[in-house]
């Protein structure tokens, strides 16, 4: 459970995420490939639950989840997983 703790403040803290850009950049990184597939699919979501595209919340989460499928292109360039989260 820590660890889908860990992803979960992430994805609930995402007005966090601008000015520590880098941070989750490295989390992101360090996660395995089950963890950035059930972060993917929660930041994916996130966003289509966020009240509008101007909402600073929804924004955070956006780039959190495009975090999350580069990430994901980079490990793996030939699989189409990136496109279900």
Known sequence: MEVGDKIEFT????????PEKENARASISSMSNSELLRFGVRAKFRCSQGSSQNDPE???????????RAEWNKRHPGLPLCDSF
């Open 58 to 68: 929804t924004e955070d989460t956006v780039a959190q989840l495009n975090e999350a």
């Open 11 to 18: 994805v609930r803290n995402a007005g966090a995420y601008a």
